[in-house]
């Protein structure tokens, strides 16, 4: 557990860790190659999904991408509509779109459609980390405890057993604290569940991440719309257990180390660990793209992602803040698979 902790529970990770943070996200983004044209192109590319028609939070980086991008490739324009997730893979697959721009994981549902419609995947690259707890930028997900609990550590193993039903990363699902170890005046008492409402895309996520497979969840858990209403039933509760984000953070809730396997390092959510792909529950937004089996890319879309996943693209992640920046390894995995 090498992360930023609970520092006095009042600072989101201690002003401490977030001078160091602040340092090491330009160290990450700095360690990336720069982006040098492979070719020159021109047109227009259409980018739609994340964003709002109301609430103003992620133009600000595409603008940054878009002039950065046209330094490079001035016979380039651009026509962004970032009006939300939802349109996103439909833009793509009705041809309204050359890029759909995901502030989440996409569902399987939109993996379908667009599957059905067009006969073949989408192309996806992960284009940034999520934050540690930012609004709308794919913040992570935390597990907490009531800070009464002696708890300080779980593998995906444990929640699979304790949020799921099928327990299938472990031999038995997890119903009380004396199950995961807990001893004394903790053994017997069962173990109550507050997390949000299965629909959201926050649970969908946590499924996905946790459940290996099953979509059956706890039936005792207590669904909440938002993370501040999750900690605040909690922080009543001595016995419970929950997921969500450090933003809703209170007095009386602590968070736990997570782990991706049960004899691995568990860690916080934090900026360094969640860049070093060490977080279990970190998230990441995508740009999703038409890119049939056998056949080149658009060259001009190609260009724009080889500049998004550059130096360049990257350094302008660190200064909108919103997100975090991708590692150089993270980086470099999502460059080889456009290259291929």
């Known amino acids: 557990?090498?992360?930023?902790?609970?520092?006095?529970?009042?600072?989101?990770?201690?002003?401490?860790?977030?001078i160091a943070a602040g340092q090491g996200l330009n160290s990450?983004?700095?360690?990336?190659?720069?982006y040098i044209p492979r070719q020159q192109v021109s047109g227009v590319?259409?980018?739609?999904?994340?964003?709002?028609?109301?609430?103003?939070?992620?133009?600000?980086?595409m603008h940054s991408w878009e002039e950065g991008f046209r330094r490079y490739q001035p016979g380039v324009t651009f026509s962004t509509e970032l009006f939300g997730n939802a349109s996103a893979i439909g833009g793509l697959y009705t041809g309204a779109a050359d890029i759909a721009f995901m502030g989440r994981e996409i569902w399987a549902i939109e993996k379908d459609g667009y599957e059905q419609g067009m006969g073949y995947p989408p192309f996806g690259l992960s284009v940034a980390n999520g934050s540690v707890a930012n609004p709308n930028h794919d913040f992570a997900l935390v597990i907490f405890v009531h800070h009464d609990n002696p708890l300080s550590k779980l593998s995906l193993v444990q929640l699979d057993a304790?949020?799921?039903?099928?327990?299938?990363?472990?031999?038995?699902n997890i119903r009380s604290w004396g199950d995961i170890g807990l001893t004394g005046e903790w053994a017997d008492h069962p173990i109550h569940l507050y997390g949000y409402g299965i629909d959201r895309d926050f649970s969908q996520?946590?499924?996905?991440?946790?459940?290996a497979g099953s979509r059956k969840w706890?039936?005792?858990?207590h669904e909440f719309a938002d993370g501040q209403q999750i900690l605040d039933a909690l922080a009543k509760d001595r016995y419970g257990i929950a997921f969500s984000t450090l933003a809703g953070k209170n007095a009386m809730v602590k968070p736990v180390a997570l782990s991706s396997a049960p004899k691995a390092e568990p860690?916080?959510?934090?900026e360094q660990s969640i860049i070093a792909g060490r977080y279990a529950l970190a998230r990441t937004p995508y740009m999703f793209v038409n890119h049939p089996p056998r056949?080149?890319?658009?060259?001009?879309?190609?260009?724009?992602l080889l500049y998004v996943l550059s130096r360049q693209g990257q350094q302008a992640v660190v200064g909108d803040g919103g997100y975090l920046p991708l590692s150089s390894e993270a980086a470099q995995k999502q460059r080889d698979r456009l290259l291929q």
Request: aromatic share 12%.
């Open 295 to 304: 056949q080149g890319m658009d060259p001009k879309v190609k260009e724009f």
């Open 45 to 61: 590319i259409r980018i739609w999904g994340h964003g709002s028609r109301n609430h103003d939070f992620v133009s600000g980086l």
């Open 28 to 34: 990450s983004a700095s360690e990336l190659p720069e």
């Open 267 to 270: 860690y916080f959510a934090s």
């Open 1 to 18: 557990m090498r992360e930023c902790s609970w520092v006095g529970r009042i600072a989101l990770l201690g002003s401490a860790c977030l």
């Open 205 to 211: 996520f946590f499924e996905t991440a946790v459940f």
């Open 162 to 172: 304790i949020f799921g039903a099928d327990h299938k990363r472990g031999p038995n």
């Open 218 to 221: 706890n039936c005792g858990l």
